[in-house]
Structures are given as structure tokens and as C-alpha cells.
């Protein structure tokens, strides 16, 4: 594998964020998901890799309360659409004005975001994300708010469970996690309708996590959906994933 660099930015606040790069060409932004990180999103299972192969600039931020970046407890430090602002943030300090956008869970619904919010990438990944957890985020984050305040409670085997165990891997902090979800904007789709780019839709057969990938595709003007292997959770260690969307990137 080529050698990743780690570099810091400020965020939307000035708080101290990171992100880790990986390739030369053409600069693409990739989101990771909730509880996750870059490394554990997009490097450890080789996506990274094979989008940077294309002729990439594989640029993949920790967004805060992840990984290498800041993790602060102040409620102020998370008002509504924050990543999308740390994203914005990003772009801007990157200097990038023809660049692509991707994102899995969590990151897909960022981009989204991002987009309402003005985002004008060439082309658009999102990856673990249905059209429910993109309209109607409420639900998700109920799920969320029940894992990180009932650590320790939940049966084994459970979906809680399951979340808390692999909080427990990227070691999490609970705490600023929690406060994410306050950050969290329904999106109309209205804007959705709006991003007309080229948009490629892809999540694991059988993922439901964040409702219907199909109806997320059918909502967007200039979608293709890709299904790969796997859930929610074991989509991601498929190298399915990232094949779709380096074809999806070079095509």
C-alpha cells in the first residue's frame, strides 16, 4: 500500500480537525461513518487504495468527535449542520473548486448536507445510506442516543450491541459522540431533487440501517445504484465497495 500523510485544519469554529491523504490526481473527499474514522472506514479494507490507483488524490477527513481530530464536550461546539460546516471548512482550506464527494453513512448524509448547503463537487458517492436516514434523521439518532446512554445494558447480539462493540474498537468517546447528534438536519426532497450531478449509490444488499438505497437512488435526478455484499456493518470490509466507486470515480 502507498504511504498515507496526515495533516490538520480548522474547522468551521477553529476546532483543531485532521485528515489523512492517499494518492496523486484528481482530489476526491471521502466522509467516514458514525463511531468510525478514516482508517477504519476507507484505508484498513483497501478502498482508499484502489480509488487512489485511478488517478486519485484520496483525501479523507476525521470528522470531530473521530479519530484524529477534536473531540470537545461544550454543546456549543456542535450546533446543527456542524459537519457539514467542518466539511465546507475543509474544502475551503484545500482551495478545491473541482474536486468529488463521497461519503458512507454518516459521511453520505454530510455530503448531502454539504450540498444543500451550496456543495458543488463533479460527482457525488453515497455509500450505507437509505432515503429515511437522509429525510427523517430522527430515527437513527434515537437509535444512537440509546446505545451511548445505556453502554453496558444491552443483550448480546442485539443491534445496540453490536453498535457498542464497535464504539469499543475505534475507541470512541461517548460523550462527544452523543453530542453529534444534536448536529443532525433533515433534508427535503426538494434539495435532493436539486443535485442533479452524477451521483452513484451504492450499500451492502442487505442494508436497511438507514431505510431504502433504492428509494434514496430513485429520489436524486442522475443516480446509479450499485449493490454490493454485505450489511451495514460488513459492507464495508468488502472490496466490492471500493471497486464501485473507483469505477464509478473514473468513468
Do not use: C
Not at 149 to 177: C, I, Y
Not at 225 to 233: I, K
Request: aromatic content about 6%.
Amino acid at each position: 500500500m502507498a504511504a498515507t500523510t496526515h495533516h490538520r485544519f480548522a474547522g468551521f469554529d477553529g476546532a483543531d480537525l485532521g485528515w489523512t491523504e492517499l494518492g496523486q490526481g484528481r482530489p476526491v473527499v471521502l466522509i467516514h461513518g458514525y463511531f468510525s474514522d478514516a482508517a477504519t472506514n476507507w484505508i484498513k479494507y483497501g478502498h482508499a487504495e484502489a480509488i487512489a490507483s485511478r488517478g486519485f488524490r484520496v483525501i479523507m477527513p476525521d470528522l470531530r468527535a473521530h479519530g484524529i481530530s477534536a473531540r470537545p464536550h461544550d454543546p456549543a461546539a456542535y450546533p446543527r449542520d456542524a459537519l457539514a460546516m467542518d466539511g465546507e471548512a475543509l474544502i475551503a482550506a484545500l482551495g478545491l473548486s473541482d474536486y468529488d464527494l463521497g461519503g458512507y453513512s454518516l459521511g453520505a448524509r454530510t455530503v448531502i448536507r454539504m450540498m444543500a448547503r451550496g456543495a458543488s463537487p463533479r460527482r457525488v458517492v453515497l455509500s450505507g445510506m437509505g432515503l429515511a436516514g437522509v429525510v427523517d434523521t430522527g430515527a437513527r439518532a434515537g437509535h444512537f442516543r440509546r446505545v451511548l446512554t445505556g453502554l453496558g445494558s444491552f443483550a448480546r447480539g442485539s443491534p445496540e450491541w453490536m453498535a457498542e462493540a464497535f464504539l469499543k474498537t475505534t475507541g470512541g468517546d461517548p460523550v462527544a459522540l452523543l453530542r453529534i447528534l444534536d448536529t443532525f438536519v433533515d433534508t427535503e426532497p426538494a434539495a435532493l431533487a436539486r443535485i442533479v450531478q452524477p451521483a452513484l449509490v451504492v450499500s451492502g444488499v442487505d442494508d436497511a440501517d438507514n431505510g431504502s438505497h433504492a428509494e434514496l437512488a430513485a429520489a436524486l435526478p442522475n443516480a446509479t445504484l450499485v449493490e454490493v455484499p454485505g450489511n451495514h456493518m460488513s459492507a464495508v470490509t468488502r472490496p466490492e465497495l471500493g471497486a464501485a466507486i473507483a469505477d464509478f470515480l473514473a468513468a
